[in-house]
């Protein structure tokens, strides 16, 4: 049997859409979410300090450590489990154990993570959550005076999830703790591993939003830069309608400000793209949730249309503004560059005019020479012509005066047409 050779990666990419899996959580149980932004340098980020934090948690608990260069890992540590994922800008940690705490949402259940070695993470929290996992004993009333008393009325995003499998919600504020607090209600006939997809969609939920606002924190540190930039083009677009006494310095001024919005877009690119991937990927996993109301309360996404949603338009109004700038100032310095050699080519008819004008003084002044020079060469061909028929006075008895009388013409004649010769062969 023939052989067939395989892509290197093949093998590599096929495992990479099975990579990932999704915890199995039975309810009751508490969950205990972290994300962190590792630090950054001219480099890049360090995966191996990333992986080197998780390796320092693992052997808290003499854990097995996962291959070298993973990217995922699901273990057991001491009575809880593990899952670690490692994302491009983001690592995240999700502690799951049984059973409830005695205080709903206890800032105690967070403390599986060791205090010291949160102290010495190679990054930055950008969310941390408490997920309390609770079976549906009790009727709606019962569920609804417990969001009551655990979450913010006014923010509070509660529904139904999963065909009304489980009853989801947050208020997706920071509590005095420094967490996030979620909640899952699940009926008694739902599977661990569905519930383990649902705690996971909602983890994925707070992180992207998280991810993606830093975009809105970018977009508004650029308002009063931009601002400032804009009134400068403004400014010189509008010199450039009038006589531009110094069109060199004003193509100056449009090629700092395109300067400044390049570096700008450099130095949000990323950031904005990102922002928009994120945006996406909230969407998708509400989405996937298939809400359905509960109690009349706003359901996750009418809160993300809400709340999210402005922000991300503001990003995306901010990249645009940004991407309409530099195309302003780009059309602006062509413009220019335009009237500069409309310019340049009239001060160079100009110059072809005033040169055709001396060539045709020069030729004027040439035929003057002309002249002359017929008359200087014929002083001296007759002077010469004199000479030589000097014996011709004391032979024939021809006074010198008539000599010179008759050679002068034909002498002059002889150089005027030996010299229109020359200047037609010139010519």
């Given at each position: 049997?023939?052989s067939?050779?395989?892509?290197?990666l093949?093998?590599?990419?096929?495992n990479?859409?099975?990579?990932r899996?999704f915890?199995?959580?039975?309810?009751?149980?508490?969950?205990?979410?972290?994300?962190?932004?590792?630090?950054?340098?001219?480099?890049g980020?360090?995966r191996?300090?990333?992986?080197a934090h998780l390796?320092?948690l693992?052997d808290?608990?003499?854990?097995?450590?996962?291959?070298p260069?993973?990217?995922?890992?699901?273990?057991?540590?001491?009575?809880?489990?593990?899952?670690w994922?490692?994302?491009?800008e983001f690592?995240?940690?999700?502690?799951?154990?049984?059973?409830?705490?005695?205080?709903p949402?206890d800032?105690?259940?967070f403390?599986?993570f060791?205090?010291?070695?949160?102290?010495a993470a190679?990054?930055?929290?950008?969310?941390?959550a408490?997920?309390?996992?609770?079976a549906q004993?009790?009727?709606?009333?019962?569920?609804?005076?417990?969001?009551?008393?655990?979450f913010?009325a006014?923010s509070?995003?509660?529904?139904?999830?999963?065909d009304d499998?489980?009853?989801?919600?947050?208020?997706f504020?920071?509590?005095?703790?420094?967490h996030?607090?979620?909640?899952?209600?699940?009926?008694?006939?739902?599977?661990?591993?569905?519930?383990?997809?649902?705690v996971?969609r909602l983890?994925?939920?707070?992180?992207?939003k998280?991810?993606?606002?830093?975009?809105?924190?970018?977009?508004?540190?650029?308002?009063?830069?931009?601002?400032?930039?804009?009134?400068?083009?403004?400014q010189?677009?509008?010199?450039?309608c009038?006589?531009?006494?110094?069109?060199?310095e004003?193509?100056?001024?449009?090629?700092t400000i395109?300067?400044?919005?390049?570096?700008?877009g450099?130095?949000?690119?990323?950031?904005f793209g990102?922002?928009?991937?994120?945006e996406?990927?909230?969407?998708?996993?509400?989405?996937?949730?298939?809400?359905?109301?509960f109690?009349?309360?706003?359901?996750?996404?009418?809160?993300m249309?809400?709340?999210?949603?402005p922000a991300?338009?503001?990003?995306?109004?901010t990249q645009?503004?940004?991407?309409?700038?530099t195309?302003r100032?780009?059309?602006a310095?062509?413009?220019?560059?335009?009237?500069?050699?409309?310019?340049?080519?009239?001060?160079?008819q100009?110059?072809?005019?005033s040169?055709?004008?001396?060539?045709?003084?020069?030729?004027?002044?040439?035929?003057?020479v002309?002249?002359?020079?017929?008359?200087?060469?014929?002083y001296?061909?007759?002077?010469l012509?004199l000479?030589?028929?000097?014996?011709l006075?004391y032979?024939l008895?021809i006074?010198k005066?008539?000599?010179a009388?008759?050679?002068?013409?034909?002498?002059?004649?002889?150089?005027w047409?030996?010299?229109?010769?020359?200047?037609?062969?010139?010519?």
């Open positions: 049997m023939t067939i050779q395989d892509h290197p093949r093998y590599e990419l096929s990479e859409l099975h990579a899996p915890p199995v959580v039975q309810a009751p149980s508490r969950a205990a979410y972290l994300a962190l932004k590792p630090a950054e340098n001219a480099a980020r360090d191996a300090a990333d992986f390796l320092a693992l808290r608990f003499a854990a097995t450590h996962p291959k260069g993973a990217t995922h890992y699901f273990g057991q540590i001491g009575r809880h489990w593990l899952k994922e490692s994302h491009t690592v995240t940690y999700t502690i799951f154990g049984d059973g409830l705490a005695d205080r949402f800032a105690e259940t403390a599986v060791p205090t010291d070695w949160l102290d190679p990054g930055v929290r950008m969310t941390s408490l997920i309390r996992i609770e004993g009790e009727g709606d009333s019962t569920i609804a005076e417990k969001l009551v008393k655990w913010v006014e509070v995003a509660v529904s139904r999830v999963l499998q489980l009853i989801v919600a947050s208020d504020r920071i509590d005095p703790a420094g996030m607090r979620m909640v899952v209600f699940a009926r008694k006939d739902t599977g661990d591993r569905r519930i383990g997809r649902v996971q983890c994925e939920i707070e992180t992207y998280t991810m993606s606002m830093l975009g809105l924190a970018r977009a508004r540190s650029l308002g009063a830069q931009m601002a400032a930039i804009d009134g400068q083009l403004r010189v677009v509008a010199d450039m009038g006589p531009i006494s110094d069109p060199a004003t193509l100056q001024s449009l090629l395109s300067a400044e919005l390049e570096n700008i450099a130095e949000t690119s990323f950031r990102a922002t928009g991937a994120y996406t990927i909230v969407n998708q996993r509400i989405d996937v949730l298939r809400e359905e109301r109690g009349g309360r706003q359901t996750m996404a009418e809160f249309m809400r709340r999210f949603d991300m338009r503001t990003v995306k109004s645009d503004r940004l991407d309409a700038m195309a100032a780009a059309r310095a062509e413009l220019l560059r335009t009237r500069v050699d409309v310019e340049r080519s009239a001060q160079n100009e110059l072809l005019a040169m055709d004008q001396r060539a045709d003084t020069q030729l004027r002044l040439q035929r003057t002309e002249g002359l020079s017929v008359v200087a060469i014929s001296y061909a007759v002077s012509a000479y030589l028929l000097g014996p006075e032979q008895g006074s005066a008539v000599l009388a008759v050679t002068t013409p034909v002498v002059v004649g002889l150089v047409y030996m010299v229109r010769r020359i200047r037609k062969r010139l010519e």
